[in-house]
């Protein structure tokens, strides 16, 4: 079974840091471009961060840039994101999903049940 | 940046009825560019239609996405008690990567 589990998630103060992390199963975890995608309380997705196969290409949202690292262990099918100065407005679910780039169309086809990330004094 | 905007915020329907969803662009989307996303209280969102039209593995058939350009819609024929949730359409673009739009909420009418 195709799987994605986030962990890591908590309250933590602002400006503090924390690093989420996604395990995949049931598939070639090196051969996928991989997401973070967040969503605040009652609100919609923002996409945050993506990372090519080999790690060698990322890309963020402007909001997470400069503070944000995702990154990826492909010998433990392993996706990370390492948030540092953390904000009142990081607050959220982040989402762990698989990019899709074919001819038919680019879009994150599984995703993962997410992980609450609070960040509060 | 391209700005997704969708329509209604809010769609109150009953089950059995058909349900149309907009999602207008800021700017011309390729096709293979734009799909669709449900998500249910509590969960993860699933993907539904990717390429504007191409049904995901698994979807029923009564889910259905059609346009081209700045306006692309989702069709609900004929809905089921579970299809009442939150539609999200997205796009792949430059800056950012990926864009949503703000969801539309079905809800039983």
């Known amino acids: 079974e195709v799987q994605l589990v986030e962990s890591g998630g908590g309250l933590v103060q602002p400006g503090g840091s924390l690093r989420l992390s996604c395990a995949a199963s049931?598939?070639?975890?090196?051969?996928?471009?991989m997401s973070w995608v967040r969503q605040a309380p009652g609100k919609g997705l923002e996409w945050v961060a993506n990372?090519?196969?080999?790690?060698?290409?990322?890309y963020y949202v402007d909001s997470v840039k400069g503070r944000f690292t995702i990154s990826r262990d492909n010998a433990k099918n392993s996706l990370y994101l390492q948030m540092n100065s953390l904000r009142a407005e990081d607050t959220a679910v982040y989402y762990c999903?698989?990019?899709?780039?074919?001819?038919?169309?680019?879009?994150?086809?599984?995703w993962g049940k997410g992980t609450t990330v609070t960040v509060s004094s | 940046e391209i700005v997704l905007t969708q329509s209604p915020g809010t769609l109150s329907l009953s089950p059995g009825e058909r349900a149309t969803l907009s999602c207008r662009a800021s700017?011309?989307?390729?096709?293979?560019?734009l799909a669709w996303y449900q998500q249910k209280p509590g969960q993860a969102p699933r993907l539904l239609i990717y390429?504007?039209?191409s049904r995901a593995t698994g979807i029923p058939d009564r889910f259905s996405g059609s346009g081209s350009g700045t306006d692309f819609t989702l069709t609900i024929s004929r809905l089921e008690p579970e299809d009442f949730a939150v539609y999200y359409c997205?796009?792949?673009?430059?800056?950012?990567?990926?864009?949503f739009g703000q969801g539309t909420k079905l809800e039983i009418k």
């Open positions: 999903a698989r990019d899709r780039y074919q001819l038919l169309g680019y879009y994150m086809d599984v």
């Open positions: 049931g598939f070639t975890f090196s051969s996928y471009w």
């Open positions: 990372i090519k196969q080999d790690g060698s290409e990322k």
């Open positions: 700017q011309s989307v390729s096709s293979s560019y």
């Open positions: 390429g504007a039209s």
């Open positions: 997205q796009q792949y673009g430059s800056s950012p990567l990926y864009s």
